[in-house]
Nanobody, 121 residues
């Protein structure tokens, strides 16, 4: 079955960096657009970034543009989120998600269990 497993979360001081990783299995990874979402305490889950199946197209929520970078390695079935200049408001559980590229838009098909990112001030 499809599995998405996030790693790389943790506690970091404001201004620091973290790199999240998501390992995919049980799927033809290169056929899926990949996304990162986050959910802060008391808030709804929000879109953070996405990358197309070939990696040629990326998208970000305005609040993380020029701060976060999404990338993927189809040979390793991995997607990454490099997070720089972290702020306390970036504290959340970060989720990796996959959507079949044929859907182009719409809901994601698979989700990971999440990894906690905590940014201290």
């Amino acid at each position: 079955q499809v599995q998405l497993v996030e790693s790389g979360g943790g506690l970091v001081q404001a201004g620091g960096s973290l790199r999240l990783s998501c390992a995919a299995s049980g799927m033809t990874f290169s056929s899926y657009d990949m996304g990162w979402f986050r959910q802060a305490p008391g808030k709804e889950r929000e879109f953070v970034a996405s990358i197309s199946w070939r990696g040629g197209s990326t998208a970000y929520v305005d609040s993380v543009k020029d701060q976060f970078t999404i990338s993927r390695d189809n040979a390793k079935n991995m997607v990454y989120l490099q997070m720089n200049r972290l702020k306390p408001e970036d504290t959340a559980i970060y989720y990796c998600a996959a959507r079949h590229a044929a859907k182009q838009l719409g809901t994601y098909d698979y989700w990971g269990q999440g990894t906690q990112v905590t940014v201290s001030s």
